[in-house]
Each structure stands twice: as structure tokens, then as C-alpha cells.
């Protein structure tokens, strides 16, 4: 019994990864008060990651209201969030530790 439910973690945990790894992926950067693209599209109905990275020398973070995600990162850190929404929309995102450092996010 405890083998055959280890077993079914182990699949269940590689589902997971192979699904996280299909996912279209988007990279932004932000650089001690600048962040880029400012622009990024992505298509209606498809679960999608955004991976951050802090190539800056302060820390960061990520951060979008409408999307109700935000993600401190320190000098050097790359990490990501998994975007669900499904519906057309335009998300403004942020580095809240910069708020001048904006972009859009259009989902269409
Ligand atoms: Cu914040």
C-alpha cells in the first residue's frame, strides 16, 4: 500500500512537471529601475509562466494588481509565476521597489 501510494506521488508529481513544462514561457528583466519588454502578448486560454529575472545590483519586485501577483527578488534572482487568466484583458505590471518601471501585459 505505501509503495503503490509513493508510486502514485511520483506520477502525480511528474504530471505536474511535464504540464509546468509545456507552458509557453515569457521572460522579463528588470535592471534596477528599468524592466523590459514593456510590452508582452500573450493568447487567451492557455495557462502561461512568466519568468522574472533581477539583473540589477537592488532588489525588485514584480508585481501586478489586476493580476494580484507580486514577487520580491534579490540582485541576481531569477524566478517565475504561473498565469491562469483565460479572458482577453491588459495587465499593467510593476517593479514595486521602482513603480516607474512599467509594462502591459496583453492577453487577446
Ligand atoms: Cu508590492
Redesign the pocket.
Known sequence: MARSGALAAVLLLSAVGARAADMPVFKITIRDGTISPTRIEAPAGTRFKLEITNAGKSPA?F?SISLRK?KVLGPGVTSFVVVNPTSPAQHVYFD?FHPQAKGVLVIK
Open positions: 519586485e508585481e507580486e514595486d
